[in-house]
């Protein structure tokens, strides 16, 4: 985890194209020997992987499997759920973020994330839906914001659709809109890492190719990690992907990891070249 330099909103310079390729080279996220517990039941079981930095990592697999629960424990959304636990490690950037000094509120700031159904808060403005995250975390001028808001916007392909609008309810825009402001919110804070829930499954095909454009825009930026159940929207937005599947007690387990390319013309196992082709999930 890094910290600020200028407050929030304020990212490091733009890295040398030598210091870029070095970077994308390099993981952002460990995962090791991960199990996740519910109660006794056991979700997720024995999962290692390393998640490239500035790289689109999907996640698929049939339903119920974990693949949400994996991404959740990411950044600790998943100690939201009652009895709630994990065995394992979990690094960004080298440092635990299972470390007993990590505060999960902080954490979220530097791992975002957006989720299935949009959901902006019902009782605020387009302008309050984008700082909400940043008036937890820091005082800012009005002009900071302002600066904020628009520079979230564009990054979210919005500003030109609300920007004379930006007074009104979040919940005045259509959905495809909604979740695209869901994700400026979420990079308002500049957080290094998006984790996405599936998170065209509730919009229709135009809204959709929409969402999958922005995510090749942010891709630059971003370390980002998405959940989808669309083969199809795998293969076009992601750079590396993992396949979960079920063993015979309903945990989920990493099956492969690696290209994307690879996993869908040539995947090593059989099981993932069955779900692939559609012969199973």
């Known amino acids: 985890m890094t ?13 040398t194209t030598e210091a870029a390729d070095t ?19 056991r979700a997720v079981k024995g999962v290692d992987v390393s998640i490239r930095a500035r790289a689109v990592t999907a996640i698929i697999g049939p339903s119920g499997c974990g693949k949400s629960t994996f991404l959740r424990t990411l950044n600790r959304m998943h100690e939201l759920a009652p009895r709630a636990r994990v065995e394992g490690s979990v690094l960004l950037d080298g440092a635990d973020v299972y470390d007993p000094a990590v505060d ?6 530097y791992i975002g994330m957006v989720f299935q159904r949009p959901n902006p808060f019902p009782t605020m403005s387009i302008y309050d839906n984008v700082v909400a995250g940043i008036r937890l975390v820091v005082r800012s001028s009005r002009s900071d914001l302002d600066v904020i808001v628009e520079r979230s916007l564009r990054r979210a392909a919005l500003w030109d659709e609300v920007k004379d609008k930006l007074k009104q309810p979040g919940t005045s825009l259509s959905g495809g809109q909604q979740q695209r402001l869901c994700i400026a919110r979420a990079i ?20 959709t190719l929409r969402i999958e454009e922005l995510i090749a825009e942010l891709r630059a930026n971003y370390t980002i990690v998405i959940v989808t159940h669309n083969m199809q929207q795998a293969g076009r937005v992601s750079d590396e992907t993992a396949f979960f599947s079920m063993d015979e007690d309903r945990a989920g387990y ?7 390319r690879e996993i869908f013309t040539n995947p090593r196992e059989r099981l993932t070249e069955d779900y692939v082709s559609g012969r199973f999930g």
């Open 23 to 41: 970077e994308a080279l390099r993981p952002k996220i460990e995962v090791r020997d991960l199990n996740v517990y519910y109660g006794a039941f």
């Open 3 to 15: 910290t600020d330099a200028g407050g929030a909103g304020t990212r490091a310079p733009t890295p």
């Open 104 to 109: 999960p509120v902080r954490l979220r700031r």
């Open 254 to 260: 990493l099956v492969e990891f690696g290209a994307t």
């Open 188 to 207: 308002a804070v500049d957080p290094e890492v998006v984790l996405m829930d599936e998170p065209a499954s509730a919009l229709d095909p135009v809204a």
